[in-house]
């Protein structure tokens, strides 16, 4: 893959999902990337999955692979004063300091803006949060589960009236807002080249999901009404709804233009008599009797497998996908052929598969240039590469600034 970003200099310092999501990205894209971790407790995330809440884990952590991949790992206590003597010098050399400690915490840790710009004026400072930097809740905790999903509307909206909440897939806000704060970034380094001065970037899981979710809000606040739940729409459009094929698998129908495409499907499938039908030969009526024609279809779907739906649907020109589980991701051809989840040589696992960040410069997939590191596996490489002697380094150590 294009190194878009190769010689850049990224600090990481933050834990969780969010935040390294973003680093996680500029790695991929070229960046020299550096994860501080307090060399005792290191990233909460290393022992979420393997401390037993996923049964059948077998000691290997997912999320570490996926989040960890293509950075190196420095343990170092930053609350010991030789622990802020080598961040100052990291950030001397970085191009970027990325955090999601709180306000309180990088006051105390003396890591804000203010202090790092000191160190380095040229140094871009990027945070991301809970909600927001201004206002009541600034100082407050978020995680995407409360923040983006609950906070945003967006479990509210998936979720039908009078029944449980609909739950949030593992990181799911943190990954969206992982790539907006690694696409502001790259608009502070534009920003940088031109005018030679560091910014701050900001991105928070509440503004995330005020974006994702902008079409209900924008809408709520233009007709004073809100659009309906999830599944609660009506069948407006026959074209543009799910049905079940004779194996049970899922077939979404996704023609928005339904004057279009009504008779490129109808031929498609067969079934051109639907076309002379006069309950259905127009717009209007499909609009009126949408509820009518989607029985009709779900009936003809029942008839074949997907397999051979796919067949069909595949040989014209309608828009249709089909209804996936994790498990089924890594066979899709599509994925398989644009490289959307590339392997590398675990040192205990193999051969090993994770998620690509989704942009590809020069056509090429992402490459993953090494693994997830062990809590502070380079902490003396780096150390030895910011002049500090094998002496010094033990002193340190000795002192518990770094592991």
Not at 14 to 35: C, M, N, Q, R, Y
Not at 50 to 70: D, H, M, Y
Not at 122 to 128: F, S, T
Not at 167 to 183: E, N, T, V, Y
Request: proline share 6%.
């Amino acid at each position: 893959m294009v190194r878009v970003f190769d010689g850049v200099r990224l600090i990481e310092v933050a834990d969780w999902g969010f935040v390294p999501s973003a680093a996680t990205v500029l790695a991929d894209w070229g960046a020299e990337v550096i994860k501080i971790e307090h060399p005792i407790r290191g990233d909460p995330m290393r022992g979420l999955v393997t401390s037993g809440i996923i049964p059948g884990a077998r000691g290997v952590n997912f999320l570490v692979e996926q989040l960890g991949r293509n950075k190196r790992s420095v343990g170092i206590d930053l609350g010991h004063a030789d622990g802020l003597e080598i961040l100052h010098q990291l950030v001397k050399r970085a191009d970027i300091f990325l955090t999601n400690f709180l306000p309180e915490a990088r006051q105390r840790l003396r890591i804000t803006y203010e202090d790092l710009r000191a160190v380095n004026p040229r140094i871009i400072y990027a945070k991301g949060h809970g909600q927001g930097q201004k206002g009541p809740d600034a100082n407050r905790g978020g995680y995407d589960g409360a923040s983006f999903w609950a906070r945003g509307a967006v479990a509210e909206r998936l979720t039908r009236p009078g029944q449980p909440l609909v739950g949030q897939r593992p990181a799911f806000g943190d990954f969206i807002g992982g790539m907006f704060l690694a696409g502001g970034i790259a608009g502070a380094l534009y920003h940088r080249e031109k005018t030679g001065v560091g910014i701050e970037v900001d991105v928070s899981l509440l503004g995330n999901a005020v974006w994702i979710m902008s079409p209900d809000i924008v809408a709520a606040m233009t007709y004073g009404f809100e659009l309906p739940h999830s599944g609660l729409g009506g069948v407006a459009n026959p074209l543009v709804h799910t049905y079940w094929s004779s194996d049970g698998r899922g077939i979404v129908l996704m023609m928005l233009q339904s004057e279009r495409f009504w008779p490129i499907f109808s031929r498609a499938v067969g079934r051109e008599d639907i076309l002379r039908d006069p309950r259905f030969d127009s717009a209007a009526k499909r609009q009126e009797r949408g509820a009518e024609l989607a029985d009709l279809l779900r009936e003809l779907f029942a008839h074949k497998t997907r397999a051979e739906w796919a067949a069909i649907l595949n040989a014209s020109e309608c828009i249709w996908a089909p209804v996936q589980s994790p498990a089924e991701i890594p066979d899709d051809p599509q994925v398989v052929a644009n490289g959307y989840l590339p392997s590398f040589e675990h040192p205990t696992q193999g051969r090993f598969r994770v998620a690509a960040s989704p942009v590809q410069f020069g056509n090429e997939p992402v490459e993953v240039r090494r693994p997830a590191a062990e809590l502070g596996a380079h902490t003396e490489e780096v150390l030895l590469e910011l002049g500090y002697d094998w002496e010094a380094i033990a002193r340190k150590k000795k002192a518990g600034a770094i592991c």
